[in-house]
C-alpha cells in the first residue's frame, strides 16, 4: 500500500474530522493529491483537489467552506479538515495521487489510490 487513509470515524451532525492519507514507500511531493468519496449506491466523487506545492485547491461544490485540504510535503502527508459535517457527507474517503503537479478532476487522472477510511455523521 503506497497510500494510507486514516481519521474516519462516528460523528454527530455539525461536528468535525481530519482525515490523514500518509503515503509510504515512495513520496509523491510533485504530485497534486486528491480526497475522493463514495456513499453506498453512488459514484465515486472528488471531493478536493491540492497540488503538489498547496498553490492551488479545488473543492465540490458540496464541501465549499466546510472542508479544507492542505499538505505537508516534509511529512509526505495530505489532510483533509472536515467542519460542520451533515449526514450526507457519510461515505468511504480515498486519497490519491495525480499523475501530474496540477490537480485533475476525472478519476483517470489519478495513478495512485489509498485504501479508504468510512466516515458516518448522524443525525
Known amino acids: 500500500v503506497q497510500l494510507q487513509a486514516s481519521g474516519g470515524g462516528l460523528v454527530q451532525a455539525g461536528g468535525s474530522l481530519r482525515l490523514s492519507c500518509a503515503a509510504s514507500?515512495?513520496?509523491?511531493?510533485?504530485?497534486?493529491m486528491g480526497w475522493f468519496r463514495q456513499a453506498p449506491g453512488k459514484e465515486r466523487d472528488l471531493v478536493a483537489g491540492?497540488?503538489?506545492?498547496?498553490?492551488?485547491?479545488y473543492y465540490a461544490d458540496s464541501v465549499k467552506g466546510r472542508f479544507t485540504i492542505s499538505r505537508d510535503n516534509t511529512k509526505d502527508t495530505v489532510y483533509l479538515q472536515m467542519n460542520s459535517l451533515k449526514p450526507e457527507d457519510t461515505a468511504v474517503y480515498s486519497c490519491?495521487?495525480?499523475?501530474?503537479?496540477?490537480?485533475?478532476?476525472?478519476?483517470?487522472?489519478?495513478?495512485?489510490w489509498g485504501q479508504g477510511t468510512l466516515v458516518t455523521v448522524s443525525s
Open positions: 514507500r515512495r513520496p509523491f511531493r510533485n504530485n497534486a
Open positions: 491540492i497540488s503538489w506545492n498547496g498553490g492551488v485547491t
Open positions: 490519491a495521487a495525480s499523475r501530474t503537479a496540477n490537480i485533475a478532476t476525472r478519476h483517470s487522472g489519478y495513478a495512485y
